[in-house]
């Protein structure tokens, strides 16, 4: 069974940093591109970005509102991907969610998503 | 950057109704189109890929279709657990986008 367990989630105030995990387990984490995706209180879903495989040279994309202070990592050791947040907003204060990617005719989407973690950015 | 849109916004519907959401991509994508159902307080789930492809375990009351700028997501005969909030997701170029949602509730 496909499992992504998020953590790392947490009150944070502005300007200030913060590292997501995901673990993985029940499927061969290295064979699959990785990504977050995130939710604002009320509001719909929002990717933050992508990080490609091994085979992929771990290659990394992001949108642009998180692009230079977000950075998406992996470890296929840990079967673990992480998101670092630096220079964090208010705007930011979202669920963020990590997602399986799966390779589909016409690109890669995701098929599997973990059950979030909160981070609250606040003075 | 690719737009998505999606009509409605919002419908309230009966148990046994058939349901039909319009997303609309900004520029042709083929059919690089994923639907997500979202419940309160819940992570998404994967309903359909490749416009039309059901994902693994995915009944087949959901159905979707449509290539290039629009695409439908069709349920069948709406049941209590379909009552959520129903995302588009283009994946044929970064960013990848999401439609604004479509929330389905009960008439």
């Known amino acids: 069974e496909v499992q992504l367990v998020e953590s790392g989630g947490g009150l944070v105030q502005p300007g200030g940093s913060l590292r997501l995990s995901c673990a993985a387990s029940?499927?061969?984490?290295?064979?699959?591109?990785m990504d977050w995706v995130r939710q604002a209180p009320g509001k719909g879903l929002e990717w933050v970005g992508r990080?490609?495989?091994?085979?992929?040279?771990?290659?990394?994309e992001y949108a642009a509102s998180v692009r230079g202070r977000f950075t998406i990592s992996r470890d296929d050791s840990k079967n673990s991907v992480y998101l670092q947040m630096s220079s964090l907003k208010t705007e930011d204060t979202a669920m963020y969610y990590c997602?399986?990617?799966?390779?589909?005719?016409?690109?890669?989407?995701?098929?599997?998503w973990g059950q979030g973690a909160l981070v609250i950015v606040s003075s | 950057d690719i737009q998505m849109t999606q009509s409605p916004s919002s419908l309230s519907a009966s148990v046994g109704d058939r349901v039909t959401i319009t997303c609309r991509a900004s520029?042709?994508?083929?059919?690089?189109l994923a639907w997500f159902q979202q419940k309160p307080g819940k992570a998404p789930k994967s309903l359909i890929y490749?416009?039309?492809s059901l994902q693994s375990g995915v009944p087949s009351k959901f159905s979707g279709s449509g290539s290039g700028t629009d695409f439908t997501l069709t349920i069948s005969s709406l049941q209590p657990e379909d009552f959520a909030t129903y995302y588009c997701?283009?994946?044929?170029?970064?960013?990848?986008?999401f439609g604004p949602g479509t929330k389905v509730d009960i008439k």
């Open positions: 997602g399986r990617d799966l390779r589909v005719p016409g690109g890669t989407t995701t098929d599997y």
């Open positions: 029940g499927f061969t984490f290295s064979d699959h591109y």
């Open positions: 990080s490609r495989d091994k085979g992929n040279t771990y290659t990394t």
């Open positions: 520029q042709g994508i083929s059919t690089s």
């Open positions: 490749a416009a039309s």
């Open positions: 997701q283009q994946y044929k170029s970064y960013p990848i986008t």
